[in-house]
């Protein structure tokens, strides 16, 4: 049979950011997918040789738009693990409002790309209009869109008032009702279920091989999510992880709209339980440069993130890293293109909410 | 290191149901004993909210086996090292062949270039890290006095 | 009146940029901001397009990509640098593998600041791209 060699990307109107494949294909079937990434590879890892730690958080906060809040999160957590920072309570809990806020927006950021990618662009258009109004709240709280820098080491930079708070909770709130009738298209829509309905299974024995994490893997039956953990206040919150067991494109779809509702309600739980009160304390700031290392683990809307940082007890670190979700949901993406049709390839990679800046940082 | 144990060890996880969070290397600058600087490497593994990892000390030229048997996901991390550090990565399931990052510079996070940036910084006059960072035990016996990663319990544990 | 009297097409392409402004150019094509009561498309094909929106720096591997997505578009034609990457290279100038702004492999006609770029400003950037092209036009006709 004769193969044939398409190169999917850089630039290719599904994918807002270039990663390459180059699929090897049998008629219309992909037998091989080889994985090329590096165009938006910037050395960031390799700046803390020239910005001091203190300033770091700014250009972790910048690994990716999307995540930017959870990023410089992660940055901050591991640096007050190193230095032995004790964060006020009132700060842990508006960083875990804010992750969950995050959630909440990157998901319904990826539901409307994947609703583009299948070719349906009203939904598409329906959740980033509803994302306008998280991107709202955030203008409100932190003051940025997209990049916020409001975590500081040590603690958070602004606080939020209570009143603001218990509006934020009423527009989200509102912002479910609506999310819900968009969710039921979702689910119900035989045209939506026609693409992607048994496309791209991934077994929950393969979800473990290759090592995927976050909802790809939730999708899959895996009950693996980073939050049951306990670490940062969520010991505090009731939920449980959302799981899928098809593990096909469907599957993804449905976990990111069930952590959509989720993640309102974890909100709705710690605006409950923080405490209340104008002028607590939001920061403890360290001192002095740090020495030592630390592993931190989130959980990111596209699953486990892993930073490792390195001091050396001078100003400059001497190692960070961050291994991104999207990094390791790739060996599955590049199994599940495998076998695939051609014309399945865009739903597929996109079904793994592929951050690439991310993953290349 | 010592191969055999190493990859007894790696198998220990595989079989023991753990998935692989993160192969991840530092370079260390060069010292007296260490002219061409090292590498510390850490496999990290992570099976419900427990995370522990091993760890090795390599010189550059050692061979470090890929993990890619028992973790066939290990390619993506054990083709970055590859290419970023310039470590001697071998037996490979899937090999990029130094197609994965394609930076202009190659093997920009070895010792060696580390430390040529650094110097050209200090010569410009560009405030940046110290090419001799300071004397002190922050590598590999430094970690196992280090605080527990923070997001979930865990065992660090030093190889 | 000059201003919108052609709808121009426009081709995205992410340089290096850390997401921030592609999401911010895809959220002018969205309901709230909604570019394209202006006749504003975004296309995917370059040979379609007139205004080229780059957003992040160049590095090594993406000057190629920049200057044949250029190279495939057609007279006249204008590039829109979104956002302090595209603009200098950014918070980013400073990694390694960075080479600085667009400039650096195209011309670029409208810079767009900001980190990230609003979309209100990004808007702003393409309608004097409008502007710019509409100069174009007439130049190649005089």
Request: aromatic residues 8%.
């Amino acid at each position: 049979m004769k193969r044939t060699v398409i190169p999917f990307g850089p630039q290719h109107p599904v994918l807002p950011e270039p990663i390459v494949l180059d699929l090897i294909l049998e008629d219309e079937r992909v037998v091989d997918a080889v994985p090329t990434i590096g165009y938006i590879h910037r050395g960031l890892e390799m700046m803390v040789e020239r910005v001091e730690y203190t300033e770091m958080g700014f250009v972790v906060e910048r690994i990716c738009g999307i995540c930017s809040f959870m990023h410089g999160m992660g940055y901050c957590l591991s640096l007050e693990t190193i230095m032995n920072v004790e964060v006020p309570d009132r700060a842990k809990w508006l960083r875990l409002i804010w992750a969950e806020i995050s959630r909440i927006q990157s998901h319904l950021l990826w539901l409307g790309l994947g609703a583009d990618a299948f070719g349906f662009e009203n939904l598409f258009m329906h959740c980033w209009r509803m994302r306008e109004e998280i991107l709202d709240i955030f203008e409100k709280t932190t003051g940025g869109r997209v990049i916020h820098s409001v975590n500081r080491i040590g603690g958070v930079k602004r606080d939020v008032s209570d009143a603001e708070l218990a509006a934020i909770l009423v527009r989200l709130e509102e912002l479910g009702k609506a999310f819900k009738k968009t969710a039921s298209v979702f689910a119900t829509d035989p045209s939506i279920a026609h693409r992607l309905v048994g496309v791209g299974v991934l077994s929950p024995e393969d979800a473990l091989s290759t090592a995927s994490v976050g909802p790809m893997a939730r999708a899959s039956g895996l009950a693996t999510d980073t939050r049951l953990g306990g670490a940062n206040l969520y010991d505090q919150i009731d939920f449980q992880p959302v799981v899928e067991t098809a593990g096909d494109c469907l599957a993804r779809v449905a976990v990111r709209l069930r952590e959509v509702e989720q993640s309102i309600g974890i909100i709705r739980q710690a605006i409950d339980k923080m405490p209340k009160g104008e002028g607590l304390p939001l920061e403890n700031r360290p001192r002095g440069n740090p020495a030592g290392e630390a592993f931190t683990r989130l959980e990111q809307p596209r699953g486990e993130v892993v930073y490792y940082v390195k001091a050396n007890g001078t100003k400059y670190l001497e190692r960070f890293r961050a291994r991104t979700p999207t990094f390791a949901n790739i060996p599955a993406m590049i199994q599940l293109v495998k076998g695939c049709e051609l014309a399945d390839v865009p739903n597929i990679i996109l079904t793994i909410d592929p951050c690439i800046s991310c993953t290349e940082r | 290191m010592d191969r055999t144990t190493f990859l007894a060890r790696i198998e220990e996880y595989h079989m023991g149901g753990w998935r692989l969070a993160l192969i991840n290397a530092t370079s260390a600058m060069s010292t007296e004993e260490q002219p061409g600087g090292s590498f510390d490497v850490v496999w990290a593994f992570v099976k419900d909210n427990a995370f522990e990892y091993l760890r090795e000390e390599i010189v550059p030229g050692d061979e470090v086996p890929s993990i890619s048997a028992s973790f066939p996901a290990a390619f993506l991390y054990e083709n970055e090292i590859r290419e970023l550090f310039g470590i001697n990565v071998t037996g490979l399931n899937v090999d990029l062949g130094g197609q994965l990052y394609k930076t202009a510079k190659k093997i920009p996070f070895s010792p060696s270039a580390i430390r040529a940036r650094l110097e050209a910084n200090a010569a410009a006059g560009i405030a940046s890290a110290s090419p001799t960072p300071p004397a002190g035990p922050h590598g590999a016996a430094h970690a196992a006095s280090s605080p527990a990663p923070t997001s979930a319990p865990t065992a660090g544990k030093t190889a | 009146m000059s201003m919108f009297s052609r709808s121009p097409w426009i081709l995205h392409y992410d340089g290096s940029s850390c997401n921030g402004c592609d999401i911010e150019v895809l959220a002018c094509l969205t309901p709230l901001y909604d570019v394209e009561r202006f006749g504003v498309v975004n296309t995917g094909n370059p040979k379609h397009a007139d205004i080229f929106l780059v957003t992040g720096s160049v590095n090594e591997r993406n000057i190629d990509i920049i200057q044949n997505l250029y190279g495939q578009m057609p007279d006249p034609k204008v590039v829109v640098a979104v956002g302090a990457c595209a603009c200098s290279g950014g918070i980013f100038a400073r990694a390694y593998n960075i080479q600085g702004g667009i400039d650096k492999v195209i011309p670029v006609d409208v810079y767009v600041p900001g980190c990230a770029a609003r979309p209100e400003s990004i808007i702003d950037g393409v309608v004097q791209g409008i502007a710019a092209l509409e100069e174009k036009r007439k130049k190649r006709a005089s």
